[in-house]
Structures are given as C-alpha cells and as structure tokens.
Nanobody, 126 residues
Framework: QVYLVESGGGLVQPGGSLRLSCAVS????????LAWFRQAPGKEREAVSCLGPDGTTTNYADSVKGRFTMFRDTVENIVYLQMDNIRPEDTAVYYCAGVLFWVRSRCLGGYDYDYWGQGTQVTVSS
C-alpha cells in the first residue's frame, strides 16, 4: 500500500513560482513510481510529470517542460513539483499519484495509477 498527501498549493501570480509537496508513506512506498496530475474546472485530468522508482528518471508533459521540475527527497520520502514561470492555464487541482511499476514512455497517463492523494489547489491570478 502507498499513501500520498499533497500540500503547498495556493494563489500565485503569473510568472511566479510554487513548490508542491507529496508525502509518500506505506509499506510499498519505496518501490513506487510517482506522478503529478492536474485537473482544471471543466477539463479532463491530465498527467503533468512522472518519476521512476530510482528517484531520478523523469518525464514531463510538453505543456510544462522547461518550467516544472519533479524530484524526490529519498530520505524524507517526499516528492516535489517545483513550478516556475507559472501561467494562468496552470490553474488546477494538482494530485500526486503512485503505482508499483514503471514504463517511462507511458508514465504520463499511459497506464492507471493505483494510489492517489486528496489534491491541492493551485490558482494563478494577478
């Protein structure tokens, strides 16, 4: 089992930065690959980034590539999403998700994730 708890959302101005956190726990946590998804009002949920169980291999959606960085603190077992140069279209509820296997080429929504956090709201507005 893997438990995920997000935090760090809030209101940010366009062009600003925000760091989301996802605390990872549970017996299978160390084996899990993780991802960040987001869902804006009236839109489908989309994968933003994913991170392999090695804690270093990543993949990003084109919409955030070069602006968002996903990384893992393996000591504290927290996964972060560093969001820079934020845009109004980044407004959404952001979810941390986990699954116990990894295929980099398919990790951005190419398979189902079994474990989900409760979500954290990010609002981009001036």
């Amino acid at each position: 089992q893997v438990y995920l708890v997000e935090s760090g959302g809030g209101l940010v101005q366009p062009g600003g930065s925000l760091r989301l956190s996802c605390a990872v726990s549970g017996a299978a946590a160390v084996y899990s690959s993780l991802a960040w998804f987001r869902q804006a009002p009236g839109k489908e949920r989309e994968a933003v980034s994913c991170l392999g169980p090695d804690g270093t291999t990543t993949n990003y959606a084109d919409s955030v590539k070069g602006r968002f960085t996903m990384f893992r603190d393996t000591v504290e077992n927290i996964v972060y999403l560093q969001m820079d140069n934020i845009r109004p279209e980044d407004t959404a509820v952001y979810y941390c998700a986990g699954v116990l296997f990894w295929v980099r080429s398919r990790c951005l929504g190419g398979y189902d994730y079994d474990y989900w956090g409760q979500g954290t709201q990010v609002t981009v507005s001036s």
